[in-house]
């Protein structure tokens, strides 16, 4: 029997969606949609550390609502040979910027070893109540996959806040240079809590979401664009109760993690690309660096049931992935119009022979007390 969508949504229902309420099914479509189509990537350190993740050991792939922040990416269509380096957006579209990405990135070496290991740094920017300054809350995930044996080991670290960019240090420095501030309810501190969780196969918390693609599949998938999004509606169809729209938008978020984080062939991740490349309104942004100062050059996507903007930064010599950002459309939500919301960098992505460094579970133990640590000298990015 399929899973229903809509009940395992029941939980991350806004009030205004209950159905004993009387809410026009277009918002409802919406609101669902919105929900189904945000991948897992990006999260701040409290709200991954509470959640409580069972069942079957799985490469997530799009995450509940509640729980997640954001990744996206879009890349191109078809791939003919390409002279030279990939060209900036200024010398071609989007379509065609990441054309030369999906042709770079299928030339890449497969490489080999037991695990595919990825490390990422995520921040969500966050305005501080009542303040007129921004802080940068940092947090990283690292993953161990040994695809042959369908497992996965992650781990998440906390690093803690920064002000987000100069004007935000100056901003802070005049409020007497905090070290901790409550979001929402929750604290959160400029010296970072280290390590606040990790998960081995086979615990009490191995990871289960929506969208997710068992890893031994990921042998059997096809390196055509068009063969591939069947098959991975296919799969999506067969587990999931849902529209059509929304079943859509989870073989897109799949296709996403196929294209960066997954132990992808490199004929398997141009794939990717081109299947992304699809979608509607993807444009160039020209040459940009990415969180850690790296260049490379960007695409964007819009976001149908969403007031944000989906954007992928590549590698200009591989075409491999830097990191992703999302971009507020238009103000809301505590964001005003082109400000990023959410961002992952991709520092570390490669195979290896060296195992995770734990085989047990360990959970958040909840929120802590504010350190009384004085920030470090470094400016803010």
Do not use: C
Not at 205 to 214: F, N, Q, R
């Amino acid at each position: 029997m399929k899973n229903d969508i809509l009940h395992r949504l029941t939980a991350a229902r806004p009030a205004h969606l209950d159905p004993d309420r009387p809410t026009p099914s277009p918002v409802r479509g919406e609101e669902l949609a919105t929900v189904m189509s945000r991948p897992w990537a990006t999260r701040t350190a409290r709200a991954t550390a509470r959640q409580r993740r069972v069942g079957r050991p799985l490469v997530s792939g799009l995450a509940l609502a509640t729980a997640t922040a954001v990744a996206a990416v879009v890349i191109t269509h078809t791939a003919p040979e390409l002279p030279g380096p990939a060209p900036s957006a200024t010398s071609g579209s989007g379509s065609q910027v990441l054309l030369a990405a999906a042709s770079h990135v299928e030339q890449q070496p497969a490489g080999s070893g037991t695990y595919w290991y990825v490390e990422e740094h995520l921040g969500s920017l966050q305005k501080i109540p009542g303040k007129n300054y921004t802080v940068d809350v940092r947090t990283e995930q690292r993953y161990w996959t040994a695809a042959a044996k369908n497992k996965q080991w992650s781990q998440l670290l906390d690093l803690g806040a920064r002000p987000a960019t100069k004007a935000d240090e100056a901003a802070w420095k005049a409020d007497g240079s905090p070290t901790s501030w409550n979001l929402m309810g929750e604290t959160v501190t400029y010296a970072g809590r280290g390590e606040i969780q990790h998960d081995a196969p086979g615990g009490s918390a191995d990871v289960v979401t929506m969208g997710d693609l068992p890893l031994r599949l990921l042998a059997t998938l096809p390196t055509d664009e068009k063969a591939l999004r069947k098959r991975l509606f296919a799969l999506v169809d067969k587990d999931y109760n849902a529209p059509e729209e929304i079943l859509d938008r989870i073989v897109v978020d799949t296709a996403v993690r196929l294209a960066t984080t997954f132990p992808s062939t490199p004929a398997l991740r141009a794939a990717a690309y081109r299947l992304l490349a699809a979608e509607p309104g993807v444009r160039s942004l020209g040459d940009v660096k990415d969180h850690t100062g790296r260049t490379g050059y960007a695409v964007a996507l819009p976001s149908p049931h969403e007031p944000a903007e989906l954007r992928l930064i590549f590698d200009k010599s591989t075409g491999l992935p830097l990191g992703t950002e999302k971009v507020a459309t238009r103000g809301g939500d505590g964001a005003s119009k082109g400000e990023v919301r959410d961002y992952t960098t991709i520092t570390s992505m490669k195979w290896t022979e060296e195992a995770p460094p734990f085989d047990t579970d360990t959970e958040d133990p909840g929120p802590v007390s504010a350190p009384d640590e004085a920030p470090d000298p470094k400016p803010a990015r």
